[in-house]
């Protein structure tokens, strides 16, 4: 190395930054690395030492100036050559196409009246908009978007992210505009650490993104590993050749050496648009990146520049936002609901907002415990989440926001339905820890009836059509059923009378119960609602204790001890002293004989259902997400038949976890133990 003539070192070290570059372009941008990190280590190790030993020949654009800043004292404001806009947004298909119809009224008297109107829908990354400004090929600038005319000056911290080219692969002159991004998984490993240093952690990768870009130190900046998307040139020298359209743009932002997303999509008409929209709006949890929306662009820059600007956003696009998972508004009262085991759940009653495509009334608030973590009183702001189908619950609540005229929430002392004693469960003899939720003690709460026949007639129970919560509720007003067994007694004739009910409901509700009295064990147990026995625990029962009818289960399971119980692997302790309970209690096996006399039936499975020889023989699965050749339902069923078991949550004895759409927490734990994780293509292969 130090017998390098002048000549020899300047031309290894432009070599070197060449190379260097390149190799940064193939992992960073292209997702494709050639060499291993020490590799890449040892060829910057050489070059830091060339640079050194020969500092007139270092590169302007040299790789080891991206973590070559100084901590700043703070951060100076610059003006932006180019206004930085937003975007208006639009949250459903009506308000997309009523700004359609008003581009085209404007397009329809202009000199681009005969362009061709269609579009560019593009991924909304969530992050930080930065603006990048190169001189002959070379980045000079980088700033944050600011009020969209004054920025800050944040070019050594965007220097320190890898995708950003410090060099572009041809000498021009332009800025681009783009996002600033965290991904999902340092975002998981920076809270870890922050959490190890006592540090507060950051909500979400957006807020870490923003938080790392003004960070005034760029070496705690490179530690963060930031990536970026560059999505549009807002500037060039030559304008001349700036391209006619947003999609040759994107092509041509990549050609120059950006990260671009390779998501977009060319659209013909706004019909194409909603259909990507709804596309990704399944798919947005599997990227790496947060997603919340779609921006939409009139892909004819002749079109884009007759549109213009109203005063605050650009006219030729829209942000098509995504259902907010998030809301905030006010608890107006909270109310008690009792379940079918007793427990007593109190519900936050909301003014009505909409979050996740829906509009929220009411919200659950757990139990007393998370009401008093929470500090929540009736009269708070709050700020509920909901995702998909996932019941709304409150998880923060805004006490700035208060008046003082909010009033504190007392649990009773008794049930709201039938004055029933409340009290806690110990749920831990040697430590008399308590439960988390209150419980009636009357076991002839109207409440819990209900609930338990609501629960008998579910679809993973009886699955008796017609017979919903509502009729179900009209039927014990009446007096026409007080347990589960009642169902099986009704006649046509009960029935017709009744509001709601005609003839022929009459008789389809009645030919329903008739067709459900035949049932599968695995049902059957799942139906009786014992306390601690799922879906799962049910399943694992019938596939262990082989019985023929309901005559031998009436028999046969009160004579099952607990140890026995447990020797069921899947059974644990709650589960058999549930168990063990409920089948020595005369009421129940009463209910159970009265179900036989009424003609209901348990039935042996059709062989297809019986456990194959397969690859899942023993191995447990967990499920997460949206699933799109089959129900979920469907999927276990899949699962049981070729002899794996399901389980509800994620451990390290989980075998596989198999994801649809916007999987959930289970997804990320999976991820965490190094748990394989499956998609429907992978399990049908394994099937």
């Given at each position: 190395?130090?017998?390098?003539?002048?000549?020899?070192?300047?031309?290894?070290?432009?070599?070197?930054?060449?190379?260097?570059?390149?190799?940064?372009?193939?992992?960073?941008?292209?997702?494709?690395?050639?060499?291993?990190?020490?590799?890449?280590?040892?060829?910057?190790?050489?070059?830091?030492?060339?640079?050194?030993?020969?500092?007139?020949?270092?590169?302007?654009?040299?790789?080891?100036?991206?973590?070559?800043?100084?901590?700043?004292?703070?951060?100076?404001?610059?003006?932006?050559?180019?206004?930085?806009?937003?975007?208006?947004?639009?949250?459903?298909?009506?308000?997309?196409?009523?700004?359609?119809?008003?581009?085209?009224?404007?397009?329809?008297?202009?000199?681009?009246?005969?362009?061709?109107?269609?579009?560019?829908?593009?991924?909304?990354?969530?992050?930080?908009?930065?603006?990048?400004?190169?001189?002959?090929?070379?980045?000079?600038?980088?700033?944050?978007?600011?009020?969209?005319?004054?920025?800050?000056?944040?070019?050594?911290?965007?220097?320190?992210?890898?995708?950003?080219?410090?060099?572009?692969?041809?000498?021009?002159?332009?800025?681009?505009?783009?996002?600033?991004?965290?991904?999902?998984?340092?975002?998981?490993?920076?809270?870890?650490?922050?959490?190890?240093?006592?540090?507060?952690?950051?909500?979400?990768?957006?807020?870490?993104?923003?938080?790392?870009?003004?960070?005034?130190?760029?070496?705690?900046?490179?530690?963060?590993?930031?990536?970026?998307?560059?999505?549009?040139?807002?500037?060039?020298?030559?304008?001349?050749?700036?391209?006619?359209?947003?999609?040759?743009?994107?092509?041509?932002?990549?050609?120059?050496?950006?990260?671009?997303?390779?998501?977009?999509?060319?659209?013909?008409?706004?019909?194409?648009?909603?259909?990507?929209?709804?596309?990704?709006?399944?798919?947005?949890?599997?990227?790496?990146?947060?997603?919340?929306?779609?921006?939409?662009?009139?892909?004819?820059?002749?079109?884009?520049?007759?549109?213009?600007?109203?005063?605050?956003?650009?006219?030729?696009?829209?942000?098509?936002?995504?259902?907010?998972?998030?809301?905030?508004?006010?608890?107006?009262?909270?109310?008690?609901?009792?379940?079918?085991?007793?427990?007593?759940?109190?519900?936050?009653?909301?003014?009505?907002?909409?979050?996740?495509?829906?509009?929220?009334?009411?919200?659950?608030?757990?139990?007393?415990?998370?009401?008093?973590?929470?500090?929540?009183?009736?009269?708070?702001?709050?700020?509920?989440?909901?995702?998909?189908?996932?019941?709304?619950?409150?998880?923060?609540?805004?006490?700035?926001?208060?008046?003082?005229?909010?009033?504190?929430?007392?649990?009773?002392?008794?049930?709201?339905?039938?004055?029933?004693?409340?009290?806690?469960?110990?749920?831990?003899?040697?430590?008399?820890?308590?439960?988390?939720?209150?419980?009636?003690?009357?076991?002839?709460?109207?409440?819990?009836?209900?609930?338990?026949?609501?629960?008998?007639?579910?679809?993973?129970?009886?699955?008796?059509?017609?017979?919903?919560?509502?009729?179900?509720?009209?039927?014990?007003?009446?007096?026409?059923?007080?347990?589960?067994?009642?169902?099986?007694?009704?006649?046509?004739?009960?029935?017709?009378?009744?509001?709601?009910?005609?003839?022929?409901?009459?008789?389809?509700?009645?030919?329903?119960?008739?067709?459900?009295?035949?049932?599968?064990?695995?049902?059957?147990?799942?139906?009786?609602?014992?306390?601690?026995?799922?879906?799962?625990?049910?399943?694992?029962?019938?596939?262990?204790?082989?019985?023929?009818?309901?005559?031998?289960?009436?028999?046969?399971?009160?004579?099952?001890?607990?140890?026995?119980?447990?020797?069921?692997?899947?059974?644990?302790?709650?589960?058999?002293?549930?168990?063990?309970?409920?089948?020595?209690?005369?009421?129940?096996?009463?209910?159970?004989?009265?179900?036989?006399?009424?003609?209901?039936?348990?039935?042996?499975?059709?062989?297809?259902?019986?456990?194959?020889?397969?690859?899942?023989?023993?191995?447990?699965?967990?499920?997460?997400?949206?699933?799109?050749?089959?129900?979920?339902?469907?999927?276990?069923?899949?699962?049981?038949?070729?002899?794996?078991?399901?389980?509800?949550?994620?451990?390290?004895?989980?075998?596989?976890?198999?994801?649809?759409?916007?999987?959930?927490?289970?997804?990320?734990?999976?991820?965490?133990?190094?748990v394989k994780i499956i998609n429907e293509k992978e399990f049908k292969k394994m099937l």
């Amino acid at each position: 190395m130090h017998n390098l003539s002048q000549k020899e070192a300047q031309i290894r070290i432009e070599k070197l930054s060449q190379e260097i570059d390149r190799l940064r372009y193939q992992y960073h941008v292209l997702d494709n690395p050639e060499m291993t990190d020490e590799v890449y280590s040892s060829l910057m190790g050489e070059l830091r030492e060339l640079e050194g030993k020969f500092p007139k020949f270092k590169l302007a654009y040299s790789p080891t100036q991206r973590v070559g800043g100084k901590p700043l004292d703070k951060f100076v404001k610059v003006k932006h050559t180019v206004r930085q806009w937003s975007f208006d947004d639009v949250f459903d298909f009506t308000e997309l196409k009523k700004w359609e119809e008003k581009i085209v009224k404007i397009q329809a008297k202009s000199n681009a009246a005969k362009e061709e109107l269609d579009y560019c829908a593009e991924l909304k990354i969530d992050g930080l908009k930065v603006v990048l400004t190169y001189e002959k090929g070379i980045f000079i600038q980088g700033a944050t978007r600011g009020d969209g005319v004054i920025g800050e000056n944040v070019t050594e911290n965007l220097k320190t992210i890898q995708s950003i080219p410090l060099k572009l692969n041809q000498p021009i002159s332009c800025i681009v505009v783009g996002e600033c991004f965290l991904s999902k998984k340092e975002l998981e490993r920076i809270n870890k650490d922050r959490k190890k240093n006592g540090e507060p952690l950051f909500a979400n990768s957006r807020n870490a993104a923003a938080g790392s870009i003004r960070q005034l130190d760029p070496q705690i900046v490179a530690g963060r590993k930031l990536d970026s998307f560059i999505y549009d040139l807002e500037y060039m020298e030559d304008r001349n050749k700036i391209p006619s359209k947003q999609t040759e743009e994107l092509e041509f932002l990549k050609k120059l050496g950006f990260k671009t997303n390779p998501d977009y999509k060319y659209c013909r008409n706004i019909a194409k648009v909603d259909e990507y929209y709804q596309e990704w709006t399944q798919k947005k949890e599997r990227e790496d990146y947060g997603i919340d929306g779609v921006v939409i662009k009139v892909n004819s820059r002749k079109i884009q520049e007759t549109l213009g600007y109203t005063g605050k956003a650009p006219r030729f696009g829209v942000a098509y936002k995504f259902p907010a998972e998030k809301a905030t508004t006010v608890v107006e009262d909270i109310q008690l609901q009792v379940g079918r085991t007793g427990a007593i759940t109190p519900v936050a009653k909301l003014r009505p907002v909409r979050v996740a495509g829906s509009l929220v009334g009411k919200a659950t608030l757990h139990n007393a415990d998370e009401i008093n973590r929470l500090g929540l009183k009736i009269g708070d702001t709050v700020v509920i989440h909901k995702a998909g189908d996932v019941i709304p619950e409150v998880v923060e609540v805004l006490k700035n926001l208060r008046t003082g005229r909010e009033k504190k929430f007392q649990m009773p002392n008794v049930c709201p339905i039938c004055g029933g004693h409340l009290t806690r469960e110990i749920i831990n003899q040697k430590t008399q820890k308590e439960s988390a939720n209150y419980y009636c003690l009357n076991k002839n709460c109207l409440a819990i009836k209900e609930e338990e026949i609501i629960h008998f007639v579910s679809k993973k129970g009886f699955n008796i059509e017609g017979l919903g919560e509502k009729i179900v509720e009209q039927l014990i007003n009446e007096g026409l059923i007080k347990q589960v067994a009642d169902i099986f007694a009704l006649q046509k004739s009960d029935l017709e009378p009744l509001e709601r009910f005609a003839e022929k409901s009459a008789d389809n509700l009645i030919k329903s119960i008739e067709k459900s009295k035949k049932i599968e064990l695995a049902k059957f147990l799942f139906a009786l609602g014992i306390r601690h026995l799922g879906e799962e625990g049910s399943v694992l029962i019938s596939r262990n204790i082989k019985i023929k009818n309901l005559e031998e289960l009436i028999k046969i399971f009160p004579e099952i001890k607990k140890e026995n119980w447990l020797t069921i692997k899947g059974i644990g302790d709650k589960m058999a002293e549930s168990l063990l309970e409920w089948f020595d209690n005369k009421e129940n096996l009463q209910i159970l004989k009265k179900m036989q006399e009424l003609g209901v039936q348990i039935i042996i499975p059709n062989t297809k259902y019986q456990i194959q020889n397969t690859k899942l023989q023993g191995k447990t699965f967990v499920l997460t997400g949206e699933l799109n050749d089959f129900t979920r339902d469907e999927a276990k069923d899949m699962i049981r038949q070729g002899g794996g078991d399901i389980s509800s949550s994620v451990s390290a004895k989980t075998d596989y976890v198999l994801a649809g759409d916007n999987p959930g927490s289970k997804y990320d734990k999976a991820k965490e133990l190094g748990v394989k994780i499956i998609n429907e293509k992978e399990f049908k292969k394994m099937l």
